[in-house]
């Protein structure tokens, strides 16, 4: 007979190789599938790192695709550790790219400085506002944040349409649908080719990482995801922290959306996300909600979007082809999980004397 | 009388418009009430949507069709099932990525199938046809009696479905795994059985609601085919307080909404141009859905709450 027991401590080797084992399972499946269309795997995993490292330019579209990524999964992280599963990073990146781009469209004139950071200060505002709603509701309620955050995603994406199709669209743009764009002012500087954001990232990454390490406030977080009733008796402030959190997870997620709308579109528009929010989603929860481990991750599912896009040009396999294999992968990961968390244990069948009571096996 | 007559067509689109809404809806409760969240409706229903039309124009059969995009809906409830309830995996995370992976499924199919048409034999099989002396009453014969077969089965499908939640012993074991688990499984139900059974009906469910635009409503492959639907399924979810009855009303009127929300585009009243936002009104039906999810987590009726489980993984050694 086999039992499964949950593992009691989890060895940081035997986690590692679990994973690697599972990716390359993952790309071993993949593999076998692609054979089956009569397509060659390596060749395909070869392209996909070359499209996505293969030269300089390649590597800054990586970098620019890691850089929302991440700070959408250090957002998102942020909450789950509370176990306030927040999956409205797609909302509060469009709302924080709307209130960056009212401060832009507000002040097209002033100094560049001043301009970036009254947007990133509203972009903050703006995505933390929309992530107090359902934080709120869950207070107030007690409804379900999960499904609160999920259906404000996409009132934020059709308020976004609104503007686009109705107050803001540009009319110097022929009668096409578009925002205008916005003045160089608004427009975030650029460091070795890629903007700035890529520094905001690392920095911010590992303030997460020193905060969630050594301060009061990360430990709270900690406690309170691993038990509300704890956190009340240990003295926290129970509406305190998670008001303050979800703000947190909140506004960085409307940054992620603000440097999205600054450096890489020069615009809002209800494409500006495409589905990153739900994506950093995955990247949080592989990254186990460890900072540091997000800008790894984030990397690499940035190097098979754009290896995807890559493929799509370079060898006419359509672009699908990279959510597909992000699919294999993830599924073959949250299985391996599964044999993380437990274990196998053999027992020999005890032989049932029969005035034995159930409870005393 | 001519009002009557197009109140009534207007009621035939709604309907129309909403029926893949209510097949996958059906499919969503399923999975819920057994204890499941799948957030992978949308990826199901663009697997059966583009597998349905491939099915479709190459076997040149109507059920054939059907078959191939339920079942290929719940090949990708499969996957789910077996991580979420084998694995314990985060339901939330691998119904994200299902629906992702769908995506690429059918992103992929797409570029093959789309440059292929549907045989006239499909078209037929599933062009409305009006029943015999109900489709002659004003209005609501032309709204519900002159129809799709497929709309027909939808409409019964959620019916059979909620008297087998309500009155079947079945039902009842089904409600138990998702309120209470531990409790259904000391009484000797099967647990992991009923998830699984009720994920892949929930797949199947979302797979031939997919088919039903590619098949019926478009009736063409389209990138994108179906637009958010699914997330519109796991609002209605909860906006149907887990019932497929109210499921139904809940599917016909997101469909009116979208037939209002496309007369309203150039709507002259007065000699006044209105144009009302097709944005704003889209809005709607997920505003709605937070409203009733917050009135049912007021009212704490017993019969509209979300089943107890919902969410967390089942393991007996935990227990």
Same mark, same amino acid.
Request: aromatic share 12%; hydrophobic share 50%.
């Given at each position: 007979m086999i039992r499964i027991v949950a593992t009691t401590e989890l060895s940081r080797r035997k986690t590692t190789f679990m994973r690697i084992l599972a990716v390359t399972a993952a790309l071993a499946a993949a593999a076998v599938i692609m054979l089956c269309m009569k397509l060659n795997p390596l060749k395909i995993y070869g392209q996909i790192i070359a499209g996505s490292l293969g030269s300089a330019y390649r590597f800054r579209e990586t970098v620019n695709k890691a850089i929302p990524l991440t700070v959408l999964s250090l957002g998102i992280g942020i909450a789950f550790r509370m176990k306030?599963?927040?999956?409205g990073a797609e909302g509060q990146f469009f709302m924080g790219a709307f209130g960056a781009s009212l401060a832009a469209f507000a002040f097209p004139g002033i100094p560049r400085p001043v301009l970036l950071f009254l947007m990133i200060l509203s972009s903050f505002v703006f995505g933390a506002f929309w992530s107090l709603i359902p934080a709120g509701l869950k207070i107030?309620?007690?409804?379900?944040e999960t499904l609160v955050t999920l259906m404000l995603n996409y009132v934020a994406q059709l308020w976004i349409g609104y503007l686009q199709y109705g107050p803001w669209r540009d009319p110097a743009a022929n009668g096409f649908p578009k925002i205008a764009h916005f003045t160089q002012n608004a427009i975030l500087p650029k460091v070795f080719g890629i903007h700035i954001g890529w520094i905001f990232t690392l920095i911010l990454a590992f303030i997460f990482y020193i905060i969630f390490k050594r301060t009061k406030f990360g430990y709270e977080i900690d406690v309170l995801g691993e038990s509300e009733a704890t956190a009340h008796y240990a003295g926290i402030n129970v509406p305190n922290v998670l008001l303050v959190t979800v703000m947190l997870s909140g506004g960085l997620c409307g940054f992620a959306g603000m440097m999205q709308a600054s450096a890489i579109e020069n615009s809002l528009s209800e494409q500006l996300s495409g589905g990153l929010g739900f994506t950093a989603v995955i990247t949080t929860w592989l990254a186990q909600l460890n900072p540091l481990l997000m800008v790894l991750v984030s990397f690499l599912f940035s190097m098979l979007i754009q290896g995807g896009n890559f493929l799509q040009s370079a060898m006419q396999i359509p672009s699908s082809m990279s959510q597909i294999l992000e699919g294999i992968i993830i599924f073959f990961v949250l299985g391996s999980e599964f044999f993380i968390r437990y274990r196998f244990v053999f027992v020999k069948k005890p032989k049932r004397s029969p005035d034995l009571p159930e409870a005393a096996k | 009388m001519n009002y009557a007559i197009q109140l009534g067509l207007f009621l035939q689109t709604a309907v129309q418009m909403g029926t893949h809404i209510l097949l996958a809806t059906s499919g969503g409760i399923m999975c819920e009430k057994a204890g499941n969240t799948n957030l992978g409706i949308e990826g199901m229903m663009l697997i059966g949507a583009s597998v349905g039309y491939w099915a479709g124009y190459t076997f040149c059969d109507p059920v054939i069709a059907v078959l191939a995009a339920g079942l290929a809906g719940a090949a990708g409830a499969l996957i789910y099932a077996v991580i979420t309830v084998t694995f314990r995996g985060n339901q939330v995370v691998t119904g994200l990525v299902l629906t992702i992976f769908g995506t690429g499924i059918a992103g992929f199919l797409g570029k093959t199938i789309s440059s292929h048409f549907l045989p006239a034999t499909i078209q037929n099989a599933f062009a409305a046809r009006a029943i015999p002396v109900l489709s002659r009453i004003p209005v609501l014969g032309s709204a519900?009696? *002159?129809?799709s077969v497929y709309v027909y089965i939808s409409v019964l499908i959620a019916v059979v479905l909620y008297l087998y939640l309500k009155y079947t012993r079945w039902g009842l074991n089904l409600r138990a795994v998702g309120e209470n688990p531990a409790a259904a499984d000391a009484s000797g139900i099967n647990v992991t059985l009923y998830k699984y059974v009720h994920i892949l009906l929930g797949g199947f469910l979302a797979g031939a609601g997919g088919a039903y635009l590619s098949l019926v409503f478009v009736p063409r492959w389209q990138e994108n085919? *179906?637009?958010?639907a699914g997330w519109i399924a796991v609002a209605f979810v909860i906006f149907s307080t887990w019932n497929p009855l109210q499921a139904i009303a809940a599917s016909y009127a997101f469909g009116a909404l979208k037939g209002l929300a496309f007369k309203c585009q150039n709507l002259v009243i007065f000699n006044h141009k209105l144009a009302i936002s097709t944005h704003l009104l889209d809005m709607i039906p997920y505003l709605a859905t937070i409203i009733v999810l917050v009135c049912i987590t007021m009212r704490k009726k017993k019969e509209n709450q979300s089943p107890e489980a919902l969410g967390n993984p089942y393991f007996r050694e935990e227990r």
């Amino acid at each position: 007979m086999i039992r499964i027991v949950a593992t009691t401590e989890l060895s940081r080797r035997k986690t590692t190789f679990m994973r690697i084992l599972a990716v390359t399972a993952a790309l071993a499946a993949a593999a076998v599938i692609m054979l089956c269309m009569k397509l060659n795997p390596l060749k395909i995993y070869g392209q996909i790192i070359a499209g996505s490292l293969g030269s300089a330019y390649r590597f800054r579209e990586t970098v620019n695709k890691a850089i929302p990524l991440t700070v959408l999964s250090l957002g998102i992280g942020i909450a789950f550790r509370m176990k306030f599963w927040n999956i409205g990073a797609e909302g509060q990146f469009f709302m924080g790219a709307f209130g960056a781009s009212l401060a832009a469209f507000a002040f097209p004139g002033i100094p560049r400085p001043v301009l970036l950071f009254l947007m990133i200060l509203s972009s903050f505002v703006f995505g933390a506002f929309w992530s107090l709603i359902p934080a709120g509701l869950k207070i107030k309620f007690n409804a379900s944040e999960t499904l609160v955050t999920l259906m404000l995603n996409y009132v934020a994406q059709l308020w976004i349409g609104y503007l686009q199709y109705g107050p803001w669209r540009d009319p110097a743009a022929n009668g096409f649908p578009k925002i205008a764009h916005f003045t160089q002012n608004a427009i975030l500087p650029k460091v070795f080719g890629i903007h700035i954001g890529w520094i905001f990232t690392l920095i911010l990454a590992f303030i997460f990482y020193i905060i969630f390490k050594r301060t009061k406030f990360g430990y709270e977080i900690d406690v309170l995801g691993e038990s509300e009733a704890t956190a009340h008796y240990a003295g926290i402030n129970v509406p305190n922290v998670l008001l303050v959190t979800v703000m947190l997870s909140g506004g960085l997620c409307g940054f992620a959306g603000m440097m999205q709308a600054s450096a890489i579109e020069n615009s809002l528009s209800e494409q500006l996300s495409g589905g990153l929010g739900f994506t950093a989603v995955i990247t949080t929860w592989l990254a186990q909600l460890n900072p540091l481990l997000m800008v790894l991750v984030s990397f690499l599912f940035s190097m098979l979007i754009q290896g995807g896009n890559f493929l799509q040009s370079a060898m006419q396999i359509p672009s699908s082809m990279s959510q597909i294999l992000e699919g294999i992968i993830i599924f073959f990961v949250l299985g391996s999980e599964f044999f993380i968390r437990y274990r196998f244990v053999f027992v020999k069948k005890p032989k049932r004397s029969p005035d034995l009571p159930e409870a005393a096996k | 009388m001519n009002y009557a007559i197009q109140l009534g067509l207007f009621l035939q689109t709604a309907v129309q418009m909403g029926t893949h809404i209510l097949l996958a809806t059906s499919g969503g409760i399923m999975c819920e009430k057994a204890g499941n969240t799948n957030l992978g409706i949308e990826g199901m229903m663009l697997i059966g949507a583009s597998v349905g039309y491939w099915a479709g124009y190459t076997f040149c059969d109507p059920v054939i069709a059907v078959l191939a995009a339920g079942l290929a809906g719940a090949a990708g409830a499969l996957i789910y099932a077996v991580i979420t309830v084998t694995f314990r995996g985060n339901q939330v995370v691998t119904g994200l990525v299902l629906t992702i992976f769908g995506t690429g499924i059918a992103g992929f199919l797409g570029k093959t199938i789309s440059s292929h048409f549907l045989p006239a034999t499909i078209q037929n099989a599933f062009a409305a046809r009006a029943i015999p002396v109900l489709s002659r009453i004003p209005v609501l014969g032309s709204a519900f009696f *002159t129809q799709s077969v497929y709309v027909y089965i939808s409409v019964l499908i959620a019916v059979v479905l909620y008297l087998y939640l309500k009155y079947t012993r079945w039902g009842l074991n089904l409600r138990a795994v998702g309120e209470n688990p531990a409790a259904a499984d000391a009484s000797g139900i099967n647990v992991t059985l009923y998830k699984y059974v009720h994920i892949l009906l929930g797949g199947f469910l979302a797979g031939a609601g997919g088919a039903y635009l590619s098949l019926v409503f478009v009736p063409r492959w389209q990138e994108n085919i *179906t637009a958010g639907a699914g997330w519109i399924a796991v609002a209605f979810v909860i906006f149907s307080t887990w019932n497929p009855l109210q499921a139904i009303a809940a599917s016909y009127a997101f469909g009116a909404l979208k037939g209002l929300a496309f007369k309203c585009q150039n709507l002259v009243i007065f000699n006044h141009k209105l144009a009302i936002s097709t944005h704003l009104l889209d809005m709607i039906p997920y505003l709605a859905t937070i409203i009733v999810l917050v009135c049912i987590t007021m009212r704490k009726k017993k019969e509209n709450q979300s089943p107890e489980a919902l969410g967390n993984p089942y393991f007996r050694e935990e227990r």
